[in-house]
């Protein structure tokens, strides 16, 4: 429990990899601040469950981020989690789905991150955890907003690391792979249809055709990750973008 007396905050975690990094910073004794979209009756269980509590906000506006940190106060762990994707060609990419995905990929974790800052500062201790992806370092086609707003998430990390080097507070990237969340599971039945594929097929050739070791990542990998750039023995680590997939960008 070496995280009591801290207070996190980790943005879309009402399911998901959100989900499973807020439980393992509960579990080891942070005051937990849940965000993201969901059913009243479901988010108040994990609410309960966790011993946390939720700020209702929309992160792809400015406004929205900084009602959540207003709301949120003090915070000594950021996590930027809450993210979205969307698949076209880029010469028809939606105008406003780009506009959406940076807002919410990218430029909410620009706000969030300026609004912990001082506070962090004054304790002289503070982590920044950034949900970033494989995609932050490496591309595919039909993603251009997710692949774009991911780097630059990795970008604005390192040079957040840089800025806060002597302060006690770092800022790093997770960047998983393919994870086995209900997002994930739940395309399963459709692409077996679509691509009259057996589950076995749709998992190893299409979900896992990039990641080497065939297998998912799980959210509690994720979040032990986290839980351990919280620990003293994480605080030289900054700047640094940790792959989880799987050997995936290791080609
Ligand atoms: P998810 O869809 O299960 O969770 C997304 C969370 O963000 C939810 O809590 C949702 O309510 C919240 N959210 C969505 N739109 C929002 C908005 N406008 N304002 C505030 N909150 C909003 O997704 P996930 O798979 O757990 O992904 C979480 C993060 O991990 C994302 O940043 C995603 O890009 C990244 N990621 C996921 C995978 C994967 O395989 N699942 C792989 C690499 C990276």
């Not at 007396?5 to 499973?20: D, E, M, N, Q, Y």
């Not at 749709?202 to 990542?217: E, M, W, Y």
């Amino acid at each position: 429990m070496f995280l009591k007396g801290k207070r996190a905050l980790v943005t879309g975690s009402t399911s998901g990899i959100g989900l499973g990094i807020a439980r393992a910073l509960a579990a080891e004794g942070a005051e937990t601040i849940i965000t993201g979209f969901g059913g009243k009756d479901e988010i108040a269980k994990i609410c309960a469950e966790l011993g946390a509590s939720h700020i209702d906000a929309d992160l792809s506006t400015a406004e929205g981020a900084e009602a959540l940190m207003a709301g949120a106060g003090h915070v000594d762990i950021l996590v930027n989690n809450a993210g979205m994707q969307f698949v076209s060609p880029v010469e028809e990419f939606p105008v406003e789905k780009w506009d959406k995905i940076i807002a919410l990929n990218l430029s909410a974790a620009f706000h969030t991150i300026r609004l912990a800052i001082p506070g962090m500062r004054q304790n002289g201790w503070g982590r920044i955890i950034n949900t970033a992806s494989a995609h932050s370092l490496t591309a595919s086609p039909f993603k251009s907003a997710y692949v774009s707003a991911k780097h630059g998430l990795a970008g604005l990390t390192k040079t957040v690391a840089l800025e806060l080097a002597q302060s006690g507070i770092t800022a790093n990237c997770i960047s998983p792979g393919y994870v086995w969340t209900p997002l994930v599971e739940n395309q399963i039945p459709d692409t077996m249809k679509a691509r009259n594929m057996t589950r076995e097929q749709v998992i190893n050739d299409v979900l896992l055709a990039g990641q080497p070791t065939k297998r998912f990542s799980h959210v509690e990998d994720i979040g032990a990750m986290a839980v351990f750039l919280c620990r003293e023995e994480g605080g030289n680590i900054t700047g640094s973008n940790f792959s989880m997939d799987g050997g995936w960008t290791a080609q």
